[in-house]
C-alpha cells in the first residue's frame, strides 16, 4: 500500500497563494494517476485536478480551472498543487489520492470521484480569510 503524505496547508489572505504538495515512497502502476480533493463540512470530496505522472497529462475541474496548477518532481516523487488567487469559497480540507492511469484518463469526461481512488493522503486545512 502506497503512503501519500501531504504538506503546505495553512492560512492566507483572499488573493494569496499556496502550494500543497503530496509526497510517496513511490509511485506504482496502480498509484500512477494523482489527483487532488477538498472537501466542505458535511460533503463530499470534490475533485479538482489530476496528473498522469508518467505523460503529464492534467485535468482540472472548472472551480478551479486557470488558478490553480498540478505538477510534479519526479525526482523526489512528489505532486505539488500551486493555488493562486485564493477566494474565502477555497477554505476546505485537501487531499491528494492515488490510482491507476483509468482514473486519469476518465477525468476530461467524467470528473474525479472520491470512490474511485483507494489510496489517499491524512489531508491539510487551506482557510482564506
Known amino acids: 500500500q502506497v503512503q501519500l503524505v501531504e504538506s503546505g496547508g495553512g492560512s492566507v489572505q483572499a488573493g494569496g497563494s499556496l502550494r500543497l504538495s503530496c509526497g510517496a515512497s513511490r509511485w506504482t502502476d496502480s498509484t500512477d494517476c494523482i489527483a487532488w480533493f477538498r472537501q466542505f463540512a458535511g460533503e463530499l470530496r470534490e475533485g479538482l485536478a489530476s496528473?498522469?505522472?508518467?505523460?503529464?497529462?492534467?485535468w482540472y475541474s472548472d472551480s478551479v480551472q486557470g488558478r490553480f496548477t498540478i505538477y510534479q518532481d519526479k525526482r523526489e516523487n512528489t505532486v505539488y498543487l500551486e493555488m493562486n488567487s485564493l477566494r474565502p469559497g477555497d477554505s476546505a480540507m485537501y487531499y491528494c489520492?492515488?490510482?491507476?492511469?483509468?482514473?486519469?484518463?476518465?477525468?476530461?469526461?467524467?470528473?474525479?470521484?472520491?470512490?474511485?481512488?483507494?489510496?489517499w493522503g491524512q489531508g491539510t486545512q487551506v482557510t482564506v480569510s
Open positions: 496528473l498522469y505522472t508518467r505523460g503529464d497529462n492534467a
Open positions: 489520492a492515488a490510482d491507476h492511469r483509468a482514473q486519469c484518463l476518465r477525468a476530461p469526461v467524467y470528473g474525479l470521484s472520491q470512490y474511485d481512488f483507494h489510496a
